[in-house]
Structures are given as C-alpha cells and as structure tokens.
C-alpha cells in the first residue's frame, strides 16, 4: 500500500523558511514523481512543485519561483519543500502527491494518483 506521510508545518512570521518533508511507502522503485500543492480555504487547489524520481527535473509555479526548492533523497524515500522568504499569502494545508506513469513532469492535480494527508503552513504578517 502506497503511503504519504508529510511533516514540517507550522506557524512563522513572514520573511521566515519551513522545510516541508515527504515520507513516501508502498512503491516498488524509485520511479515515481512527487508534487507539492497547497490549498488555502475558500481558495482553488494550487500546483507549488514537483520533482522526476530521478531527482534531475524540477519545476516550479511563479508564485513560488527563487523563493522554494524541491529536492529528493532516495535513500531515504523522502522530498523537501524548503520554503524561504515566506509570505502570509503562502498560508494554506500543503499536500505531497505520487505519480508512477508521469510522462512530463506536471502541476495538475489530475495527474497525481496517491495523497497524503497534508500539514497546515501559517505565515503571520
């Protein structure tokens, strides 16, 4: 059974850095893609990034462009959000999705078939 597990959340002021860690279970290889999403209430389900299981490919919304960075260690089936200059508008639940057959590294949400249960992330003004 595949697994999701995220940690990492919390409360910070804005301007401070998160490191948002995915714990991933139940997967036969390596060779799946991890996203990072995030909503904040009363607003749409929003793509952040995600990472190839190769750990080469990355790719980023504007909005978080130079500001977050995804990264995997295999070793330890696990990927990372670090989130720097965090900004109140950041404020949602973050969520890490798998995919297995990704042919092109994406942020729709359609395309991610595991979940995890999500870590709420608030940035205080």
């Known amino acids: 059974e595949v697994q999701l597990v995220e940690s990492g959340g919390g409360l910070v002021q804005a301007g401070g850095s998160l490191r948002l860690s995915c714990v991933a279970s139940?997967?036969?290889?390596?060779?799946?893609?991890i996203g990072w999403f995030r909503q904040a209430p009363g607003k749409e389900h929003e793509g952040v990034s995600c990472?190839?299981?190769?750990?080469?490919?990355?790719y980023y919304a504007d909005s978080v462009k130079g500001r977050f960075t995804i990264s995997s260690d295999n070793a330890k089936n696990t990927v990372y959000l670090q989130m720097n200059s965090l900004k109140p508008e950041d404020t949602a639940v973050y969520y890490c999705a798998a995919e297995e057959d990704l042919a092109t590294l994406t942020l729709q949400s359609y395309e991610y078939d595991y979940w995890g249960q999500g870590t709420q992330v608030t940035v205080s003004s």
């Open positions: 139940g997967f036969i290889d390596d060779d799946y893609a």
């Open positions: 990472i190839s299981g190769s750990g080469v490919n990355t």
